[in-house]
């Protein structure tokens, strides 16, 4: 066999070069998640902002506080500020973002001023025939405050 060397190793020819007009910049899309956990944040604003704030349960049944009987008004301005801020975002407008922000630091402060409010006054108010606790409406404020403050953190 004449040309054959049994020691030599096969070369391939190399790869083609890539093409240069599917070669470029790749534009991604901003990341809606941001936008969208505020979105639901300010919706927990909200519904937080009718839900009972204070309860007292006896044997004759349980007696509510909705949040609109105090500052639930103004968390439900702030709540609907949220959202539409959030739809103004999930729609492309820029900076608007850190007003977000902003607004569910506000959420928050008063979902925890009230808690802290509505915590000293039913303090004494339990006994053997009443319960008194904090409604789970301040609960949702206060998280729908937190996860608008998270949301403004995650990357775009």
Avoid: C
Wanted: without cysteine.
């Amino acid at each position: 066999m004449r040309g054959h060397n049994p020691g030599a190793v096969a070369t391939l020819p190399p790869p083609p070069p890539p093409r240069r007009d599917l070669v470029g910049p790749v534009e991604v899309a901003p990341s809606k998640a941001g936008p969208i956990v505020m979105l639901v944040g300010g919706g927990l604003v909200l519904i937080g902002s009718f839900l009972p704030w204070a309860t007292v349960t006896t044997v004759f049944g349980t007696i509510s506080v909705a949040g609109t009987n105090g500052d639930g008004k103004i968390t439900l301005g702030v709540g609907l500020a949220i959202v539409l801020v959030s739809i103004l975002e999930l729609t492309g407008t820029s900076g608007v973002r850190i007003l977000n922000i902003v607004i569910g630091v506000v959420a928050a402060g008063i979902g925890v001023l009230d808690y802290a409010n509505v915590s000293d006054r039913i303090a004494g108010a339990s006994s053997d025939v009443a319960q008194a606790a904090v409604g789970v409406g301040l609960y949702a404020v206060i998280a729908g405050g937190i996860a608008v403050i998270v949301g403004g953190f995650v990357r775009r």
